[in-house]
């Protein structure tokens, strides 16, 4: 599970929400294992230190930590944080442990140096993450015992999809079922601890068919284990099919299974997540899970063979530029923005980016304070186009005063009736809206209507 569970076009709340949670994770995985375990603080582990929070309706505190990954960032050496709680102590020794067992098994199944020296570093945090989930009540031994089910699957004969799904399905309902209540040594809800578990078959179900989907190609061409090129050739038949003998393409029966799969599971997600609390870690979960989870199926739908190939989520991105070509076209933009902001003024460059460099390097600062409105006047000159210069004409007229912004609506997670698309449509459906009210985004069918 390597970037499933993210907002693919997120707005003010979801980066507020997804920034300030990883934040807070990043900080206790590296105190609690070490300064290199903050690389586990994924997309996927952030959402799920959300669900912790989510499913107890519960919401850590707020806090502001110095960013020791991105010091020099975009969003400056310090961002709003998450305090450390005990849902984030226990989603920092899940993505350790996650982590962990995934190199493990890499190790098992391919070897090489590289990972048995990742292995042998990552060992002794993977071990103090499996303590810190057992203490916890997290059912450890039950997932174990789970994995060691999916290697003999993977060892074994040709099984039907709907039974090669079982191990996948079981470990995320034993995760999300767990997420219901356990944390804080509460006992969790019947209700809840029911939901949690639902929206972790159709989370796993989900992972298994559109992974496999994915790297079908791959891992034919490699020789590895795929679940869609090992199912029997005909009803009743278990001989097994080697994975060098599969097909290049994937058969049409077997696709469409797949492919069934997959919207069974995203109809899985969806009442599950209706329990969560209408808060922004609720409605991230949502965005997260459930509408990811269709823009992925819609654009694997839309995927060519040639996409299809690269493996993985990278097949249903665009084909990324050559690094030369991107160095281009970002020092091009960047000359075209410093021009816009500060027109041709020298002095107002050196002006500009004295008053970057203190926002960054000293923000709480009643020098940082003064130098914002430097910022803050070059962005409404560059939107209007005024340098400042008023020419030879000896007019003398006093600028008329700035019109008051019109206070922007607040972030509801969806588009309401009255909001139009791009393209002049009427939105008036949340599961057809994005967060900008192009009410196409969500089918993913640009401006002819959403199928």
């Given amino acids: 599970m390597i970037g499933y569970l993210q907002v693919s076009n997120p707005g003010h709340s979801d980066k507020k929400v997804f920034r300030s949670y990883q934040c807070g994770l990043c900080h206790c995985l590296g105190a609690e294992y070490g300064f290199v375990y903050r690389l586990f603080a994924s997309v996927d582990m952030v959402a799920w230190a959300v669900l912790l929070d989510a499913a107890r309706a519960q919401e850590a505190p707020m806090g502001r930590r110095a960013c020791v990954m991105s010091p020099l960032g ?74 060691r089910r999916q290697a003999e699957v993977e060892r074994g004969p040709a099984l039907p999809l709907s039974e090669a799904v079982r191990p996948t399905e079981e470990i995320a309902m034993l995760t999300f079922g767990f997420a219901a209540g356990a944390a804080d040594g509460a006992p969790a809800e019947a209700a809840s601890q029911a939901a949690m ?34 199912v029997p050739k005909q009803a009743g038949q278990t001989l097994e099919q080697a994975p060098e003998q599969a097909p290049t393409e994937i058969p049409a029966a077997v696709r469409a299974e797949a492919l069934g799969g997959l919207r069974g599971a995203i109809a899985g997600v969806e009442a599950p997540l209706a329990v969560l609390p209408l808060n922004d870690q609720g409605r991230y979960l949502r965005r997260a899970i459930l509408r990811s989870f269709q823009e992925k199926q819609h654009s694997f ?31 091009l933009e960047m000359q075209r923005e410093l021009k816009a902001a500060v027109g041709k003024t020298p002095m107002a460059a050196l002006r500009l980016l004295l008053a970057f460099l203190v926002l960054n390097f000293f923000p709480r600062s009643q020098w940082a304070a003064r130098e914002a409105l430097t910022l803050g006047g070059a962005a409404r000159a560059a939107d209007t186009g005024d340098t400042g210069d008023t020419g030879d004409t000896g007019d003398t007229a006093q600028p008329e005063p700035e019109p008051k912004p019109e206070p922007e609506p607040e972030d509801s997670g969806g588009c309401g009736s009255g909001c139009t698309d791009a393209c002049n449509n009427i939105c008036n459906f949340d599961s057809c809206c994005g967060d900008s009210c192009n009410g196409c985004d969500g089918c993913g069918d640009g401006c002819g209507g959403c199928g």
């Fill in 74 to 147: 975009a969003h400056g050496p310090t961002l709003f944080s998450r305090e450390r709680t005990a849902h984030t102590e226990i989603a920092a020794a899940l993505a350790v442990w996650f982590g962990g067992e995934k190199l493990k098994d890499d190790l098992a199944d391919e070897g090489g140096l590289w990972r048995r020296l990742a292995w042998g570093a990552f060992s002794p945090g993977h071990a103090k993450a499996r303590a810190r989930l057992s203490a916890a009540g997290f059912p450890i031994a039950e997932a174990e015992g789970w994995m």
């Fill in 197 to 230: 578990r639902d929206l972790g078959r159709g989370v796993g179900r989900y992972l298994f068919f559109m992974d496999n989907l994915l790297d079908y190609s791959g891992d034919v061409a490699g020789g590895r284990y795929n679940a869609l090129a090992r």
């Fill in 301 to 331: 739908l839309r995927a060519t063979p040639a996409q299809l190939k690269r493996g993985g989520l990278k097949a249903l991105k665009p084909e990324a530029p050559p690094l030369w070509g991107w160095l281009v076209l970002s020092g």
